[in-house]
């Protein structure tokens, strides 16, 4: 993985042009509101990603009044990558100068987790944004994973296809079956040895971070656990040309969040759950920082919010010890002042109307 050493926007959101020198470990980037702080780190996130954090359209990061954004970064080691993104159009990534078809290559080189008050919707939210987190990390730790998962998603989106058709051409719903299964075993597999690798690692980094107690995490495959998928496949045929979606499989995988049996998400004050979810992404780091040579992005947005000061500072105190490179806003930069260990690098930036300052 890589470190970003140099930052280029240009026509992105409130943002003109701008050059930022990035510290390769804290940046500390503080202005007003509507100054173009999240922006800064949405643009980060859109470059190793291919999405927005807070939009579901990357068209509204584009400047008004303009025709395209880019976002360019000259990461560690002297590689660089650039994404050119128009209205209408695909947009164009570059890695070193090769267009690339897909995220996979660029992904890998920057790992980013964000921190931001959308934080806790991992806990509320459906079980789509857990299985995203767990198969980030499964993604970046096992080389093999993206291809299982496309596979079975394809099987997934063909075979809804095939139940939804009529007559039901049951030869061909067997042979899906049949791949599915298989690939879907592959699937959760990855998942499984990533969940046994992160559960005692997280509650480590939990008791470092918070005193709650009684935390659970359980991975859920998707499908019974005593059943194989194949069976189930068949056996529920009649349902699931009924809902005319295939009901079991690994798109149905989740992780249950708990406190002493109950769902997190229904128990715990919205601090709390911020500390929860941040130890989740924390944990993603550590296990990162454990494999050779690679380091996670953290994007924290407005870290104050809804934390108290001990709380602030247990974060960032944890996140300067990761080692990573960080990327911190908020309002004003003295919020921090007793959060962050001082004695490391540190870079602070002004944002004031979409230009930044050292
Ligand atoms: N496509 C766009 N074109 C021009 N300006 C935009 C566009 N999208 C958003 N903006 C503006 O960009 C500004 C920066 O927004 P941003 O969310 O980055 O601010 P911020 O510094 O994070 O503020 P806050 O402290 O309130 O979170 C806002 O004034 C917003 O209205
Ligand atoms: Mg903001």
């Known amino acids: 993985m890589s470190t970003i050493k140099r930052l280029e926007l240009s026509q992105f959101r409130n943002i003109e042009k701008l050059s930022l020198p990035a510290d390769e470990r804290v940046n500390l980037i503080f202005g007003a509101n509507g100054s173009g702080k999240t922006s800064l780190l949405e643009s980060i996130y859109v470059l190793a990603t291919g999405k927005s954090f807070r939009s579901t359209k990357t068209a509204p990061l584009i400047k008004q009044g303009s025709g395209e954004f880019t976002v360019f970064a000259e990461l560690s080691g002297g590689v ?20 690339q078809q897909n995220w996979v290559a660029t992904a890998r080189l920057l790992p980013v987790q964000v ?5 806790f919707r991992l806990l509320e939210g459906s079980p789509g944004e857990r299985r995203r987190f ?15 998962w496309r596979n079975s998603r394809k099987c997934i989106a063909n075979r809804n296809a095939l139940l939804k058709s009529v007559p039901l051409d049951r030869g061909q719903l067997k042979a899906w079956n049949v791949e599915l299964a298989r690939e879907s075993a592959l699937v959760d597999q990855s998942r499984c040895r990533y969940f046994q690798e992160f559960e005692p690692v997280f509650t480590r980094v939990l008791s470092e971070l918070t005193e709650l107690e009684g935390i659970t995490l359980q991975y859920r495959r998707g499908w019974d656990m005593n059943q194989e998928l194949l069976e189930i496949l068949e056996r529920n045929e009649k349902l699931d040309v009924r809902y005319g979606t295939t009901q079991g499989g690994p798109h149905r995988a989740d992780i249950i969040v708990r406190q002493g049996g109950i769902l997190a ?46 709380n602030r500072s247990r974060i960032c105190r944890f996140l300067q010890k990761l080692e990573g490179q960080v990327f911190l806003t908020c309002v004003e930069d003295s919020t921090l002042k007793n959060s962050l260990d001082w004695s490391a690098s540190i870079t602070k930036f002004h944002v004031e109307h979409g230009k930044i300052s050292r």
């Open 80 to 99: 660089s990558v650039g994404l050119q993104k128009f209205r209408q159009q695909k947009p164009v990534l570059k890695l070193q100068g090769h267009k």
């Open 265 to 310: 998400a229904e128990v715990l004050s919205r601090g709390q759950q911020k500390m929860l979810v941040s130890a989740l992404k924390l944990t993603q780091g550590v296990i990162q920082s454990a494999m050779e040579s690679r380091r996670c992005i953290f994007l924290v947005d407005d870290l104050p919010a809804e934390l108290d000061e001990e």
């Open 115 to 119: 921190l931001d008050s959308n934080t």
């Open 134 to 148: 767990l198969d980030w990390g499964v993604f970046h730790v096992e080389p093999g994973f993206i291809d299982a």
